[in-house]
């Protein structure tokens, strides 16, 4: 094996020429620099990295995943709806375990899909502080659960995500 040349010789024409071509341990070998110096030079020349360049979706790769993205959004609401019941029931006084009875849900199923809801319902740009996901979620107030199946439903539907913005006092004054 060759070893390669590590002083700092000047850089010519010709080995310019072949920056980024191909991978820098080959073009390292053909010109008999080491990376670290090929590296730093692109760098100076502005050169980018070779490798695979940006290619655009074929018009059926960009189908396939607007159909996959479609029907994510069908499982998301599909959730969110689930939640949003075990929310309503649970806020009405009953547990988890009669709300997933009364549901047709495993147990589990029924307080993952509660606990999904309220880590969405306590994001930030919703209700944020006053119904974080940090809190147990058997202290929230049941008003306040109430507000939040409201306040998505819409959201699902029309897509509005202004609907948050509104104080919870003013938008539903039961406590």
Not at 6 to 34: C, F, H, M, Q, Y
Not at 75 to 104: I, K, N, Y
Request: glycine share 6%; proline share 6%; aromatic share 6%.
């Amino acid at each position: 094996m060759t070893k390669l040349d590590t002083g700092a010789r000047p850089w010519t024409d010709s080995e310019d020429a072949i920056l980024g071509t191909n991978t820098l341990v080959k073009i390292a070998a053909s010109i008999n620099r080491p990376t670290s110096q090929l590296q730093k030079r692109m760098k100076q020349l502005g050169i980018p990295p070779f490798g695979p360049r940006f290619k655009p979706r074929s018009p059926a790769r960009a189908a396939e995943e607007q159909a996959i993205a479609e029907r994510n959004k069908v499982r998301f609401d599909r959730s969110m709806r689930v939640g949003m019941d075990v929310a309503v029931l649970v806020a009405s006084g009953r547990t988890v375990m009669a709300a997933a009875q009364e549901l047709g849900i495993g147990v589990e199923a029924c307080r993952q899909r509660l606990l999904k809801f309220i880590r969405l319902a306590g994001h930030p740009a919703r209700f944020g502080e006053v119904m974080s996901p940090a809190t147990d979620w058997r202290k929230i107030e049941p008003y306040l659960l109430n507000e939040a199946v409201r306040r998505m439903k819409i959201e699902l539907e029309s897509g509005a995500r202004d609907v948050w913005s509104e104080p919870v006092s003013a938008s539903f004054s039961e406590k």
